[in-house]
C-alpha cells in the first residue's frame, strides 16, 4: 500500500469515525464525572436519612458499579463497537472468568448475606482471621477492620460468612477477669473488702451482672483470687487498665503485698 492511499483511508476513517469516537469518549468522561457526584449526593441524602452505617457503603458501591458498567456499554455502542462481536468475546472467554470471578462474586453474597443476617455491623468490635478491630465500612466484596493499633485490614467476606467470627461488643457488655495472687499469710476477706468498692464504683462498669470476687485456686505457697466484673464493651482495653491500676493503688495503700513488690 503506498502512503498516499493509506494517508486516503486514515482521512476518510477519521471522517467516518471520528465524531462519534469523540463523542463517545466526551460520554464516557462526562459520565464519570457525574457518577461521582451522584456518588456524594447520595452519601449525603443516606446519612441525613439516619440509613444503617452497615448498608450505606454497600449500596453507594453497588450503585456506583452498575452504572459504571452501563455508561461503558452506551460509550461503546456510540463509538460503534458491535455488541454482537462483545458478546461473542464475553462468550468465548466465558469459562475462564467464571472461574476466575468464582471467589468474587462469593464476597458479593456473602455481603448481601452479612448485611440481611447482621453477625455484625459497622462500629462493632470483632475478631476474625486473626485479627481484632472495629468494623470500618462493610462494601460489596469485602469488609474493612480498623485494628485498636490503627492499622486498617481488608477481610474478604467470604472469609467472614463462611468462617468463626467473635463479635465482642455485640451484647453491648464484656467481663473482665482479673487474677491475683497471694500469700496465706494475708486473709481473703481483707483482700475482698479492699477490692470490691473498686470494682463496684468503676465509672465503666456495667451493671447488668453480678460483680464477683473469690478464690479461684489454692497452691502451696499461696492462693489465687479471680475478680469478675462486668464493663462497656466498647473501651474495653482503657477500662481493664484504669481497673487494674486502682486494684493496685489500693492494695499498697491499705498494706497487702502481692508476690514480687515491694
Known sequence: MRIDEFYDKAYSWILDKGPSLLLGVGVLLIGFWLIKILAKWMNGHLFK???DPSLTPFLLSLTVVVLRILLIVSAMQII????????ALIGAIGVAAGLALSGTLQNFTSGILILLLKPFQAGDNILAQGQEGTVT??????????????RMVIIPNSKLSNEVIINTSGSGTRRLDIELKFNNSIDFETVRNTVAPIIENAAD???????????????PDGYKVMINVWVDAHG???TKMKIQQKIMEALKGSGLKLPGLG
Open 205 to 219: 462498669a456495667a451493671r447488668a451482672y453480678e460483680n464477683r470476687i473469690g478464690i479461684s485456686s489454692l497452691e
Open 236 to 238: 474495653f482495653v482503657e
Open 137 to 150: 465500612a462493610i462494601k460489596i466484596f469485602h469488609t474493612i477492620v480498623t485494628t485498636f493499633d490503627n
Open 49 to 51: 436519612k439516619e440509613v
Open 80 to 87: 460503534g463497537i458491535q455488541m454482537t462481536i462483545f458478546a
